[in-house]
């Protein structure tokens, strides 16, 4: 909001909470908290936030950040080009995000047959999950699903991964992985195992790779979104955007601490490698 000309305590008063958990009551008891607050807008970070917030309010605008599914499928738009509602926000294609990071990282482990899903413990990312299948199925891969709860369920999933034979792991995009970024990266040096992340940040934290939107971009185009809703337009007459910057980075110190070689095609994408 700054690069917006906003200055926070003077133009502009920001609010920043956590759920308590995962699950949609906690996400639904911060929504409830910001409606008594009488708050302006509400900035949603992923699709259980949004979902608890669009339960706790029709009036108070809602403008959500980068997620990987469908706004319209899940009820929260009646289209992209004209979300109606009270909400908007940025989205992206997850069906075809799901193909290409599946792709990417057997491109770096060629011989994987088996590769984990690392998932929050909630329907609406089983469902996300589910698009990985069909990509999963044309590269001959099986796939093996890892439900976590929070973080004291990381080293379990990773242990049952390895004893189920995981190859590598691929992330769900969820603001639990992107938080605890570095304690997975961990993970990943400690069973070296290859994980890839769709989130910014993940390769810088020590992670092998990550692939995807750039989420300071959308963030920062979100802003954009905040910016039109205080100056008076109504958020279901913004269309939802789509991220149209990605990134691709990539740890090669990493990648020999886990036993892997980063093909040069990969190294030929990448916007940035890390020593």
């Not at 997620?67 to 069906?95: C, H, K, W």
């Not at 011989?111 to 899903?117: D, N, Y």
């Not at 993940?202 to 979100?222: C, K, M, T, V, Y």
């Amino acid at each position: 909001m700054r690069g917006l000309g906003y200055i926070e305590g003077q133009t502009i008063v920001l609010e920043y909470r956590r759920a308590a958990g995962l699950q949609f009551n906690d996400y639904l008891a911060v929504a409830e908290e910001f409606v008594r607050q009488r708050v302006d807008i509400i900035v949603a970070s992923h699709v259980t936030s949004t979902l608890a917030a669009k339960q706790a309010t029709q009036d108070i605008p809602i403008v959500f950040g980068a997620f990987g599914m469908d706004p319209v499928e899940l009820g929260l738009a009646e289209s992209l080009a004209r979300p109606g509602y009270n909400i908007t926000g940025m989205a992206l294609q997850a069906s075809e995000l799901s193909s290409k990071r599946l792709e990417l990282i057997k491109q770096i482990v060629p011989t994987a047959t088996r590769i984990a899903i690392l998932l929050p413990n909630i329907d609406t990312w089983r469902r996300y999950a589910r698009d990985h299948e069909a990509p999963a199925s044309a590269l001959g891969v099986e796939l093996l699903h890892l439900e976590v709860g929070g973080p004291s369920d990381f080293e379990m999933a990773f242990d049952k991964g390895m004893r189920q034979q995981a190859n590598a792991m691929v992330l769900t995009q969820h603001s639990l992985f992107y938080h605890e970024a570095k304690a997975i990266a961990d993970l990943s040096l400690k069973y070296r195992l290859p994980v890839l992340s769709g989130d910014t940040g993940f390769a810088a934290a020590g992670g092998l790779i990550n692939q995807g939107p750039d989420s300071h971009e959308a963030w920062r185009r979100s802003a954009t979104l905040v910016d039109k809703i205080l100056k008076g337009a109504k958020p279901g007459d913004l269309p939802i955007e789509q991220p149209t910057k990605f990134e691709v980075v990539v740890n090669v110190k990493t990648a020999k601490a886990v036993g892997v070689t980063i093909p040069p095609a990969v190294l030929a994408q990448a916007d940035e490698v890390i020593e």
